[in-house]
């Protein structure tokens, strides 16, 4: 009986879910085809750069939103996605097989830096992922220096056409990718797995009370994290055509981070409107500066205050709002229909 009291109680949430994967995911085509409409392609490309952090957040958020396991690594996972989608080509393993090879790395990267989870946690655990951190990217300066120099490495397109066609060609292939990910957070956060993750996010010292195996279950969580965000990396080499390890530093890290913690930790929904937020913020800023100071400082000082802006954020969402931008559009929606909150 207890066993169908809990499929009963999980079978609303699984229904909500679903319903925020499918509200996501319409907002989501809907960008992409106004851009694909009225765009040209420059606002494409921001939109495609919004659908690739949406694939890491939502992986990270599955990690640290729904697990509960902290981590600051996320960089190292993209690093290590990018260069193995290089080795990759210099290899002759092709497009998209290298973006399975790429996961399949970044998976077993995974399990080497959720070892130190199954003993620490806070603080540790976060100087843990850190260090991660800085040995994918000395490896990765390592192989780069070694193979091509400090210009990086160039990745053959995969789709070749003009700057609209691509773009456009790109959104779309992004958006299925974006979609699918989406999904399978969705499926993973409101079934068994999901269910295990949250009594050992929140009551880690009751679960194996439960019956739930606690060192599977994290190793399980950063395994399927770093794979998606390996995913993001393979795909961020593709798009972006070139590969250099100046790319993945720590404030690269840090804006994944920011993207969860603003939009919602433990949403997917979260994970997409921080992703977006995040994004498009260093986008955003030197119109509304060269608004307010003039045109001659706006892009001086525009990243500076994109930083200040999303750091200030956090701080506020932190403190104030821990359900993030996705806890106040459900609050409102529910306002709006007079249900309670």
Known sequence: MSGQAGARAGFPAAKNGMVEFAVTAACLAAAVAVCAMIGGSYYTYIVNIVLLAAIGALGLNLLMGTAGQVSIGNAAFLTVGAFTTVW????????????G????????????????????????????????????????EKYQ???????????????????VYTQRTWSLVLLGFAVAVALVCTWLQHGRSGRAWRIIRDREDAAPA???PVARYKLMAFVISSAIIGLQGSLFAHFSGNVSSESFT???AIAALAMILI??????????IGAAIVTTLPYVTPPLVETII??????????????????????????????????????LWRMARGAPR
């Open 101 to 140: 090879v790429s996961m399949l790395v970044c998976g077993a990267f995974g399990v080497l830096v959720g070892l130190p989870a199954l003993r620490i946690k806070g603080i540790y655990l976060i100087l843990a992922t850190m260090a991660a951190h800085f040995v994918a990217l000395f490896a990765a």
């Open 88 to 99: 990759c080509e210099r290899s002759g393993i092709p497009f998209p097989f290298d973006l």
């Open 263 to 272: 939009g919602g930790l433990g949403s997917v929904a979260g994970s997409v």
């Open 250 to 252: 720590l404030h690269t």
């Open 145 to 163: 220096f070694a193979a091509v120099g400090s210009a990086g490495f160039i990745v053959d397109p995969v789709i070749r056409g003009n700057l």
């Open 210 to 212: 439960m019956g739930i």
């Open 294 to 331: 003039g045109s001659a400082q706006a892009n001086q000082h525009a990243a500076r205050i994109s930083l200040m802006l999303y750091g200030a954020l956090i701080i506020l969402f932190i403190g104030y709002a821990r359900e993030g931008v996705r806890g106040w559009i459900v609050a």
